[in-house]
T-cell receptor
Framework: QQQVKQSPQSLIVQKGGISIINCAYENTAFDYFPWYQQFPGKGPALLIAIRPDVSEKKEGRFTISFNKSAKQFSLHIMDSQPGDSATYFCAASISGNQFYFGTGTSLTVIP | NAGVTQTPKFRILKIGQSMTLQCTQDMNHNYMYWYRQDPGMGLKLIYYSVGAGITDKGEVPNGYNVSRSTTEDFPLRLELAAPSQTSVYFC????????????FGPGTRLTVT
């Protein structure tokens, strides 16, 4: 059973456009929601994270929107660049113990 | 700091063989994790540890064992390797005190034939 459901599986965006990736969860005990970026042949790296007491967090071109009542959160990449082409994973955790990952979104930004 | 290091980078095992994947971190992190990554499946937690001497099962622990005798090291043991254990394995660590950022190693690509 997938604890965190992620969509879309793949995404193609023009340079300068907005990339949006969505995730949904069921377990209301989750208290930490990170997004990871992974390049081919590398380990995932933390991009941005949010806790459920805020509805939005922005770091540069990356924004997490969090809807606690709908149990959904999303990653927005503004002004997408070819260097953003990577696989993105959402995840959820209870107190930093067990982490549950989404299945990933392969993003391609076309110049 | 080297961060999280994993050895080996690649390994081919025959069915029924055993091996240990090594993981070391030099950030004095209490929390350490082992994941496997299969195509289209994301990362699945195998085992995790919240400190030396303490380990616990994750989502997919069957066929694996771990130990945590020091803060720095968290080896993953595969006994009686099976083709279903063909995967990329990642080790990660994080500090405590509410800072849950995980730092991942470069991964070990394992093939069981």
């Amino acid at each position: 059973q997938q604890q965190v459901k992620q969509s879309p599986q793949s995404l193609i965006v023009q340079k300068g456009g907005i990339s949006i990736i969505n995730c949904a969860y069921e377990n209301t005990a989750f208290d930490y929601f990170p997004w990871y970026q992974q390049f081919p042949g590398k380990g995932p790296a933390l991009l941005i994270a949010i806790r459920p007491d805020v509805s939005e967090k922005k770091e540069g071109r990356f924004t997490i929107s969090f809807n606690k009542s709908a149990k959904q959160f999303s990653l927005h990449i503004m002004d997408s660049q070819p260097g953003d082409s990577a696989t993105y994973f959402c995840a959820a955790s209870i107190s930093g113990n067990q982490f549950y990952f989404g299945t990933g979104t392969s993003l391609t930004v076309i110049p | 700091n080297a961060g999280v290091t994993q050895t080996p980078k690649f390994r081919i095992l025959k069915i029924g063989q055993s091996m240990t994947l090594q993981c070391t971190q030099d950030m004095n992190h209490n929390y350490m994790y082992w994941y496997r990554q299969d195509p289209g499946m994301g990362l699945k937690l195998i085992y995790y540890s919240v400190g030396a001497g303490i380990t616990d099962k994750g989502e997919v622990p069957n066929g694996y064992n771990v130990s945590r005798s020091t803060t720095e090291d968290f080896p993953l043991r595969l006994e009686l390797a099976a083709p279903s254990q063909t995967s990329v394995y990642f080790c990660a660590s994080s500090s405590t005190g509410g800072h849950y950022e995980q730092y991942f190693g470069p991964g070990t690509r394992l093939t069981v034939t």
